[in-house]
């Protein structure tokens, strides 16, 4: 059951640029996802996964989970630095961090080019809220970063090899120090939530991230 | 190389570190040095602390095993100031963290290992706050550094003195990456490094993800010292 959302997550992005594309309105999405012969692929690959729902999933597909997720990250920090709305130390903070995600993009891109993996996650477009004020900037911050770091806790128990699980708890560890941080910055006087933090399960992460998705 | 024998050993090396970051806040707050929105993040980060006690203590119950005690007293340094007091709270929480992510791939249960990500993550929340407050870059890399069981015992044993029921003879010089270049500066996070050091405990039973691994292992380990140097340089200063 988990598995077949987190299978559906990992193709999210790239399913649904796809369909807007299909759908006329190629116009938005460009070419920066996913263009020509990939989008015949990335589609072959969806309709797979309605029959392979059932396997198990593979570290990899974990990977490229996180990998869509940090390509959402990535873009929102990209944006964010760009509208120029943030000042002093949250536009600092800003720029630092997305520095992180971008980071975390590259490694995880390496890291599945090398094991050939079939369908790398891509950047996608978002459907973010206007980056017009810091206080707007920094509560969307708080909307997200959380899904980082409970997607990454939840996911953790599924990974098997026990190398990626430590590079797993190192980049999860960097999004909740990020998100203490931007709370800290967005004011709240409890930074820190509680004594553990966000373990999202699949379908929450679903949930949280597709009102982002076109 | 596995630094630990099984869950029970994971969860009593974390509670004995719980203990010890309790008392410390507990400690921290009635010095009543710390004012304003730090004394609130004290109070707030000591009842996590005591949470994880209790958690880690229940949990070791249930699985069979028996629960380490806090210890009557630690040898704190003086919560005579509040600078003093904030940098000894980032390293005492750096090292947390620290050890959390270097002992949870070890960890075998599923539902230990969520719990025990979970906890490690507000570590590093605590962590970044209190560099924060520091006026330190609030998180080091992309790539936390792990801290492995022999450096964290080499930095802590001092502290919990005599009578402790966790201390191990304090192995020195084991620290991970000393070749990579200490990331404490306000860079990108992976700068390359010599990726020798990180836990690679392997899985036989799973597919062969060596170079997977060693992919991502090689973006990680450039942060590796850091925390490692900030471990050693607080124990030079304790010495």
Redesign the interface.
């Known amino acids: 059951m988990q598995d077949q959302y987190l299978r559906l997550l990992t193709t999210e992005f790239s399913r649904r640029t796809l369909l807007r594309s299909a759908a006329g309105t190629a116009g938005v999405v460009g070419a920066v996802a996913i263009g020509g012969s990939d989008q015949l692929f990335n589609l072959g690959y969806q309709f797979s996964q309605t029959v392979l729902a059932q396997a198990a999933l ?3 597909d974990i ?1 490229n989970f996180a990998l869509g997720l940090e390509h959402l990250e990535n873009k929102m920090y990209k944006d964010i630095v760009a509208s120029g709305k943030l000042t002093g130390e949250a536009a ?2 800003a720029k ?2 997305g ?6 993009v ?3 891109t ?3 080019t ?2 050939k993996y079939a369908n790398i996650a891509k950047e996608g477009t978002y459907k973010f809220p206007a980056f017009d004020t810091q206080d707007n900037i920094l509560k969307f911050l708080n909307v997200v970063e959380p899904v980082g ?1 409970g997607a ?3 996911a ?2 599924l990974i ?8 797993a ?13 931007t709370r ?1 910055l967005g004011g709240e ?4 939530a ?6 999202f399960t699949i379908d929450q992460v679903n949930a949280a991230v597709k009102p982002l998705l076109p | 190389m596995a630094d630990f024998k099984d869950d029970l050993e994971i969860l009593n090396y974390a509670l004995t570190l719980e203990h010890f970051e309790s008392a410390m806040y507990k400690g921290i707050v009635a010095s009543g040095k710390l004012t304003g ?1 730090e004394q ?2 004290a109070t ?2 000591g ?3 005591a ?2 006690v209790t ?1 880690l203590t229940d949990t070791i119950s249930k699985l069979g095993g028996t629960p380490v005690k806090a210890q009557a007293s630690y040898n704190f340094p003086a919560f005579d100031t509040r600078d003093n007091i904030v940098k000894f709270l980032v390293t005492v929480e750096d090292l947390g ?1 620290g050890a959390y ?2 002992a ?3 960890v075998q249960n ?2 230990v ?3 025990a ?6 570590e ?6 209190w560099r ?1 407050q520091n006026k330190m ?3 080091v ?6 801290v492995k069981k022999a450096d964290v015992l080499a930095a802590v044993s001092p502290l919990l003195g005599s009578g402790t029921t966790a201390a191990a003879p304090a192995a020195t010089g084991t620290g991970s990456g000393t070749a990579a270049p200490a990331a404490t500066g ?1 860079g ?3 700068a390359a490094g010599a990726p020798t050091t ?6 036989p ?3 062969n ?1 060596t ?7 090689a ?2 380990a450039a942060v590796a010292a850091g925390l490692a140097l900030r471990a050693r340089s607080y124990k030079r200063s304790k010495a």
Do not use: C, W
């Open positions: 593979t570290d990899t990977l600092d903070t630092m961090f520095q992180f995600e971008q980071s975390h590259d490694a995880l390496k890291a599945l090398d094991a770091v990454y806790t939840g953790a128990k098997k090899d026990k190398g990626i699980l430590a590079v708890g190192a980049i999860v560890q960097v999004e909740a120090r990020q998100l203490a941080i800290a006087a409890k930074p820190v509680a004594a553990l933090s966000e373990i | 929105v609130t993040y707030d980060f009842a996590h602390e949470a994880h958690a963290a992510l270097a949870a791939p070890e599923p539902d290992l969520t719990a990500v979970a906890i490690h993550n507000i590093g929340e605590h962590a970044s706050i924060r870059v609030p998180v890399g992309a790539f936390a550094a792990p306000t990108g996070g992976t990180l836990p690679r405990t392997g899985n039973q799973t597919e993800n170079a997977l691994t060693t992919t991502l292992v973006g990680a």
